[in-house]
């Protein structure tokens, strides 16, 4: 074995995740394969709060229904999204989701901010189970939940950017 694979089992062996086993990992197989398939995604609509300044940045938030929400605990079937606003026009957007234990926008914020000031438009996901949207990750079948929940909420906001005919691309640096 791997002296960090060894590590993070150790480590994971003092948490309470996955406490509770597997659960219903099986249940997931068709929607796993939907999820490899090349297909359109509704368009958010998103509800924002007003523009405010963080960290000599314009931001904004939004929520929406998560099109992932029948996976999800009530709790956490809003989709988050911040938005770091250019001065003008953007010139294009990029989807920013969220990297593993990125609870909340500050490491993002402080990676893409700098884009801004190029007329690129960043969107931060708040992930399912991170940040505000933290929920109990007791079993396998979350983490899978979790995973399913992302790809569905990112297909979401690119056919939303696709339908507002802004070219957009998608970035990360360790999507959950």
Do not use: K
Request: aromatic fraction near 8%.
């Amino acid at each position: 074995m791997h002296w960090l694979d060894w590590l993070s089992l150790r480590a994971l062996s003092r948490t309470s995740i996955f406490q509770e086993g597997w659960g219903e990992v099986a249940s997931f197989e068709p929607r796993s394969l939907l999820a490899n398939t090349v297909r359109p995604s509704a368009p958010l609509t998103l509800s924002w709060a007003q523009p405010h300044r963080e960290r000599s940045l314009t931001v904004q938030d939004g929520t929406a229904a998560s099109p992932a929400a029948e996976l999800l605990p009530d709790s956490i079937a809003t989709l988050r999204v911040r938005r770091l606003l250019t001065p003008r026009p953007p010139r294009c957007r990029v989807v920013v989701p969220p990297s593993w234990g990125d609870g909340g926008y500050g490491q993002r914020m402080w990676l893409v901010g700098a884009l801004v000031a190029q007329g690129i438009e960043p969107w931060l996901l708040e992930g399912a189970y991170l940040g505000a949207r933290a929920a109990p990750m007791t079993r396998v079948e979350d983490f899978v939940r979790m995973g399913f929940a992302h790809i569905e909420e990112v297909r979401a906001l690119l056919q939303t950017h696709h339908d507002a005919r802004l070219p957009t691309a998608l970035a990360g640096f360790s999507m959950a």
